[in-house]
């Protein structure tokens, strides 16, 4: 959203590792839990988009799909997006989920979610289903994009017929193909290495879930003009992406490696290419942690998705109050 020229006036997160690098990266120190009245008193008036991932483990396909009912929650942070557009009424809402959300609860937890937002003072204007592999970098990511506008600029647009885009076009310029065009170049830690008994133990993961749904439990070894699977929170499915490097000059095991250092010369992508498969620029700041970076980049949304679509809400927000002078 800032490359589309806007500005950030406020930002809630409770990862404290999450917030060093938001910090780090924008100049901004996160406020904390966003459900907490305290927190929510410290947002600025006048802003105009209100940007909101709200948890999605309770909805994701890979989880136990809880939705509302789950133990965290974590299924009802929405409605503090709902309370800040109530309070605030800006004039779009712009919300990023898992497309398990659309058939949880066979399509009521959406149909909820929707009825709530609305009855706040928007319409729901673009809920749909985008793919990060066809926004310019290499990876299979799909997602469910949420767009309400406030009712004033909905009446405007349907009175003038402006309509907002079924798909929002990708932003023009170089993007990656495949996961040979992120890759770093030259040897990577040694960290990102499997173990000879840990490699083992997927293969006969991997053997003994052969035929079963989704390919069972599992590895996927990559190769250089192929596509990335989805990147997970904290490394999950990371194995599912895993790929031969022969540039490591040291093939001494760490001690963490049990069995040795795999003799296949296999390893899992690093921190930095997860951050280019989430279309992240190289002078992005990330974690010195390993996990910290899988955690972040696997729960975060693709910069050049939300581009795209943040260009489209600009878009359709300018069009409606260009209609609306005198």
Not at 89 to 106: H, M, R, T
Not at 118 to 137: C, P, Q, R, W
Not at 226 to 231: F, N, Q, R
Request: aromatic content about 10%.
């Amino acid at each position: 959203m800032q490359q589309e020229g806007g500005q950030c006036t406020f930002a809630s997160e409770i990862d404290n590792n999450a917030r060093e690098t938001y910090e780090k990266n924008f100049g901004i120190v996160p406020f904390g839990d966003i459900t907490e009245a305290a927190t929510k008193a410290m947002i600025p008036a006048g802003f105009d988009i209100l940007c909101g991932g709200f948890p999605c483990q309770a909805f994701s396909m890979a989880g136990k799909r809880e939705g509302f009912n789950d133990e965290l929650q974590r299924g009802t942070l929405y409605r503090q997006i709902v309370e800040i557009a109530r309070e605030h009424q800006p004039k779009a809402i712009f919300c990023e989920n898992v497309k398990g959300l659309l058939s949880s609860a066979e399509g009521r937890a959406l149909e909820t979610i929707t009825q709530e937002i609305e009855a706040v003072g928007y319409h729901v204007v673009f809920d749909t289903i985008l793919d990060s592999m066809k926004y310019g970098v290499p990876q299979h990511r799909e997602r469910l994009y949420i767009v309400a506008v406030r009712n004033d600029l909905y009446e405007i647009a349907r009175n003038r017929r402006i309509e907002f885009p079924a798909r929002p076009e990708p932003i023009p310029g170089q993007h990656p193909r495949n996961i040979g065009d992120i890759l770093e170049e030259g040897p990577v830690s040694k960290s990102y290495y499997l173990g000879q008994q840990y490699l083992d133990t997927l293969v006969r993961h991997r053997a003994r879930h052969a035929g079963a749904k989704n390919g069972g439990f599992g590895y996927i070894v990559r190769e250089r003009n192929d596509v990335a699977g989805t990147l997970m929170c904290g490394g999950m499915g990371r194995e599912r992406n895993i790929i031969l490097d022969e540039n490591q000059p040291d093939w001494e095991p760490t001690p963490r490696m049990l069995g040795g250092m795999n003799q296949q010369h296999l390893r899992f992508l690093t921190v930095r290419e997860w951050a280019r498969l989430q279309g992240f620029p190289d002078y992005f700041d990330v974690p010195d942690s390993i996990q910290a970076g899988y955690k972040q980049f696997g729960n975060c949304v693709t910069v050049k998705t939300v581009r795209a679509v943040g260009r489209a809400i600009l878009n359709y927000i300018r069009q409606c109050e260009a209609e609306a002078r005198p």
